[in-house]
């Protein structure tokens, strides 16, 4: 059972971005800018601390999440997407004219067992 899982068209934006960027990350902070949208960096770019969980892994990249954002999604199926418009950060996507966005649905309550959330 995976906690997030990515589209295909998402996908390919993230490989182009690898091929242009190298080593990437994935983090959804719930901050400021767009919010709970995800971000993509590169790796070296994004400072990780202990308020930071791992999710899971999607096209070869690193999911992270804020442990308060968190509490908010962990009862859901994430799925990364993306779409076109500019979103209000310096995620690597923006310049395409694109975003990446989250599409989520609740879990069944075998998956949440599965999961550890209960």
């Known amino acids: 059972m995976k906690r997030i899982e990515i589209t295909e068209v998402a996908l390919k934006v993230v490989q182009q971005l690898k091929e242009k960027h190298g080593e990437l990350i994935f983090h959804q902070s719930g901050g400021c800018c767009d919010g709970s949208a995800p971000m993509i960096f590169e790796k070296e ?5 202990e308020s930071d969980i791992l999710l899971g892994e999607v096209g070869g990249v690193n999911f992270y999440m804020n442990k308060d954002q968190f509490e ?15 979103g209000a950060s310096f995620s690597l996507e923006i310049p395409l004219g694109l975003r990446f966005i989250i599409q ?9 067992k599965a999961l550890g959330n209960y």
Do not use: A, C, I
């Open 72 to 86: 908010y999604w962990k009862h859901t199926h994430l799925t990364v997407d993306v779409t076109t418009g500019r």
């Open 104 to 112: 989520s649905r609740l879990l069944t309550d075998e998956e949440n």
């Open 45 to 49: 770019d994004m400072y990780l601390d």
